[in-house]
């Protein structure tokens, strides 16, 4: 059986006039319409070989591609209805520029490496009126916490610039195994990826890219954890994950970089995940001057399990 291939329509007086969207909708009857605007989205349809908008209206002599979607692959990529909803009803904050999101842990900020859909694909069927939608920046799978979608292209490039300003203030709160060693501590360690160390895994590197992490310690607990926050002005891959193993404090639950025996025993107490969150976003928009600050609540199975902890 041969694969559906690309097909082209040329757009005639009747047609001429209706929005694009519209036009696929009618022809894909049976796709569902979160697929179809994917399609326009990421530039799988295409008009006189130009990408377009959702809202644009054909002209008589339009030359369309229409990519190959079938039900079968369509369905693969499907955002459930109660997937949307969960996700938007962890939106913390939103305006005509930004939505930012309290990203849930285990879910990836977009599709790839083996997942199919993440939260841009999935508040992009829940939005899916809205013309422009972009992450503004992305976080690790494994965390939780505050994540920028924006509404805008002008929107997406004043959000990137603020967050290569030193004005930008990213903090994320956590839970080692062991007793922190000072009320604060400033890492710098240079990091940089190895192929001796698996697929996406950073290890530190004198030649690698500068990174510092400011940790302090918020509360040391009797079963030898410590709850700490880690301010980070860079923004490498795994930063925190690897400054605190490095100095000897893997974070709770982390099944990249962390104490894998310990991860058992937490998991034996009610913790699936990595004990990880990105608590508090503050940036200064460049154009605008415009000044935000979001913060997003530790997740409820962060303050469960801490909740059996006991203080020193």
Do not use: C
């Amino acid at each position: 059986m041969s694969s559906p291939k690309v097909a082209w329509a040329t757009i005639d007086a009747k047609n001429a006039g209706q929005r694009v969207d519209n036009f696929l909708l009618g022809y894909f009857r049976k796709i569902p319409k979160s697929r179809i605007y994917r399609a326009i989205r990421s530039g799988e349809v295409r008009v006189n070989k130009g990408r377009i908008k959702p809202i644009y209206r054909l002209k008589e002599g339009d030359l369309v591609r229409i990519p190959p979607i079938t039900a079968e692959n369509a369905r693969q990529h499907e955002v459930s209805p109660e997937r949307q909803q969960r996700l938007e009803e962890q939106i913390i904050f939103e305006d005509d520029h930004l939505m930012v999101i309290n990203k849930p842990s285990g879910l990836s900020s977009h599709s790839g490496s083996g997942d199919p859909i993440g939260v841009i694909e999935t508040m992009r069927a829940s939005r899916e009126n809205q013309p422009f939608l972009e992450l503004a920046h992305r976080i690790d799978k494994e965390t939780s916490g505050v994540l920028i979608l924006a509404k805008s292209r002008a929107a997406l490039l004043e959000v990137q610039q603020a967050m290569q300003s030193a004005a930008t203030h990213k903090q994320y709160t956590l839970m080692v195994k062991g007793h922190w060693k000072a009320r604060e501590q400033v890492v710098q360690h240079a990091l940089e990826q190895g192929d001796d160390f698996g697929m996406g895994k950073m290890r530190v590197d004198e030649g690698g890219q500068s990174a510092e992490t400011v940790f302090t310690s918020i509360q040391l607990f009797q079963e030898r954890l410590t709850l700490l926050s880690a301010q980070i002005g860079t923004g490498r891959t795994h930063q925190i994950r690897v400054h605190a193993q490095e100095e000897g404090y893997p974070i709770v639950g982390d099944k990249r970089y962390g104490d894998f025996a310990h991860n058992r025993v937490v998991g034996e107490q009610g913790l699936h995940r990595m004990f990880l969150h990105a608590s508090n976003l503050r940036l200064k928009m460049p154009i605008s001057g415009q000044n935000y600050e979001f913060s997003a609540p530790l997740a409820v199975e962060l303050q469960r399990w801490q909740s059996q902890l006991t203080p020193v």
